[in-house]
């Protein structure tokens, strides 16, 4: 049985990314699998899809608010749909590869306090001066990693990684891939346990 | 409590449709409800919201390919995308009201028996002659539905029902409503079950 890492990718601008983000990890180790943590931005996803965010379409919008307090109470999380929705989540993305490149761990734990700042306490993480902060609470060198998020070298990784998503059919966020089977959207977390005990 | 009708909201081109079509009974009658069905034309939804159909969606189409086999699967329906997908679902709308005007339980058997000619047979029930061929496997009169679904009363009936959910905020299928509160998609189906037990 194949015990390959499973790939989480997710936008830190999606609220339904910030739902798997809490769930993903306890459901892999359930099974025996590692997560690989994989921010994306669905605004270069959207222009080769040519989709919209789902708040700026009439009627899904209003729905979506409802579903997700709903769906965040359900899941026992705390949840506020942030004042500006949705953001560019360069800066939270690219502060994700540069400190992953040094500490995988701590990388999960800056993107889970990044997604719980914006989600929970409304502060802007596509502000660089926001994700910096929060980096330094978790004892990140501050200096350093705003110079890491300027530095074309991770600019150019979280391009990569972009792309790389896209080709591999990435649409949306999150979107979780198990040894190649495509899962999109924290409603299909069951799906995904379900997948990790036994394919159908 | 209140005991209200749930109103379930589907369109007969809509593969999630079918699958949550064979579970919303169930799922109410567990918790002492009715179920009002009620076919929709997603087209003239998708107008006012901008949408797409998901199949014609670069990326997401693959995706739903293997997501609703994969559903299908789980649920233990069998299922086919058909040859010609998505169809406008016109005709066999027509037919369900006009059967539900004077037997709504015939009206669901209808339903189910036209969603399954479409799913699992690949028959184009978008064609009248078809969903007339399915009506009368149930003993239902073909020359008469055949007189009722060019009836004018019919056909206003039918956008009256599609204005009504428009105006109500319905944008997808299916969609479930229950005493007010919302739920977009057969991944939802979960929740309408926890809901109807008690809602959070």
Known sequence: MSKQPIDFYFDFSSPYGYFAAHKIEDIASRHGRSVTWRPILLGAV?????QQPLSTIPLK???MSRDLGRTARLLGLPF???????IASTAPSRAFYAVSDEDPALAKRLALALYDTYFTQDRDISAPDVTLDVAATLGIDRSKLERQINDQAVKDRLRREVESAISRGVFGSPYIVIDGE???GSDRLDQVEKWLARPW
Not at 80 to 86: H, V
Request: no cysteine.
């Open 182 to 184: 495509p899962f999109w």
């Open 46 to 50: 959207f222009k080769v899809s040519g």
């Open 80 to 86: 506020q749909l942030p004042t500006k929705f949705p």
């Open 61 to 63: 919008g209003d729905y």
